[in-house]
């Protein structure tokens, strides 16, 4: 075999060397399978080498995720709402002109100024609610007594309920809320921009920039609140109609002024065929009327308060939820529809009467 491996060598070396066809033949039939077996284990070994260097950057200080690359982690949470100067100038504006002109003159440019300042360019999972004192301070405004409405799982019925401060003022229909109000935002270490491929939702950080917000924005709004209190909870909610982690139990209920208000109404709304989880006296609902009780308030607790269940069977008149709808007395303009059988008897009825009365009475005619 050396004896091959020298012929080998002295064939790669010298081109002009001459061997017989016998010493060529010797040479591929010894050397070729272990010249194949040495190639196998060159490629194998760099292989290896090449894996081994991977896993040491790999926990190596310097490595670099792939979704950090380009500058930008890639969270869970939506990105920024496409703009959103242009959607939070002109609801401040819509607040002041239109919604609740008796608030009186406020700086919109400003008060945006002071909103974004409290996230932009910095960390996204490290703004406190601090951040936003500045915004709060210019956008602060009264509340009228009686007109507080909080509520849990229950975002849309509120909104409309109140109407746009008409009925109630709810936290989203103030003007610190309606700058929050359905949309998103955030920023980033070391760039004056926003974020709009994505934010860090609560799970990823708690202290982001939409959490933090809500969380002053609640605590103010509590502690403006006087007269008569009202909270809308929702008793077909998963989890219960009363979270005892949320913004209404940790940041709007500490913060009650109790020399401020005079009784805490609470309304327990189910959804229309929904199921009936928590109600007056029960559940969640009865660990909240505990609470506020012990903290001196007086309480009344309405199961589906008919008011605003009025509302909600409006997209459900037919529904066997609103019977309390359906059942109530109307009145009606225009022609009798034959297929409401009660009107329609009525009508006959009526006729009829009126035929005997002319008959008997003016027989002559």
């Not at 491929?197 to 609140?225: G, L």
Request: glycine share 6%; with cysteine.
């Amino acid at each position: 075999m050396t004896q091959a491996f020298k012929l080998h060598r002295a064939l790669l070396q010298d081109r002009s060397l001459s061997l017989s066809p016998t010493e060529i033949g010797l040479i591929k039939r010894i050397t070729s399978p272990i010249l194949s077996l040495c190639l196998f284990f060159t490629l194998l070994f760099q292989q290896i080498v090449q894996s081994v260097e991977k896993v040491g950057l790999l926990f190596s200080k310097d490595y670099v995720k792939p979704t950090e690359i380009d500058g930008k982690k890639k969270w869970k949470g939506e990105g920024t709402t496409p703009n959103l100067e242009s959607i939070v100038i002109g609801r401040c504006y819509e607040y002041i002109r239109i919604v609740n002109p008796s608030i009186g003159e406020k700086n919109c440019t400003e008060i945006w100024e002071a909103f974004k300042k409290a996230f932009i360019n910095k960390d996204p999972c490290n703004i406190l609610p601090s951040d936003y004192e500045l915004f709060i301070n210019l956008a602060l405004h009264t509340i009228p007594p009686n007109k507080s409405l909080f509520w849990e799982n229950n975002h849309l019925l509120v909104t409309s309920y109140s109407d746009r401060t008409r009925r109630y003022m709810p936290l989203c229909d103030t003007l610190i809320g309606s700058f929050g109000d359905f949309l998103n935002w955030c920023g980033q270490a070391n760039d004056t921009g926003f974020n709009y491929d994505s934010c860090p939702n609560t799970e990823e950080c708690e202290n982001n920039a939409v959490e933090s917000f809500w969380k002053i924005a609640s605590i103010t709004y509590a502690k403006q609140s006087s007269g008569v209190i009202y909270v809308m909870l929702n008793g077909s909610a998963i989890g219960g109609a009363y979270p005892v982690k949320g913004f209404f139990a940790d940041y709007e209920v500490p913060n009650f002024q109790k020399d401020r208000i005079s009784r805490i109404e609470i309304w327990v709304m189910d959804d229309i065929g929904g199921p009936d989880l928590d109600s007056c006296g029960r559940g969640s609902v009865q660990i909240l009327e505990e609470r506020l009780k012990t903290m001196g308030y007086d309480i009344t607790c309405i199961d589906n308060y008919k008011s605003v269940l009025l509302l909600k069977c409006l997209d459900y008149l037919n529904h066997s939820d609103c019977s309390i709808v359906s059942s109530a007395p109307s009145t009606q303009r225009g022609l009798v529809s034959p297929h409401r059988g009660g009107s329609w008897s009525r009508l006959i009825y009526t006729i009829f009467v009126a035929f005997v009365f002319e008959i008997c009475f003016n027989p002559l005619n």
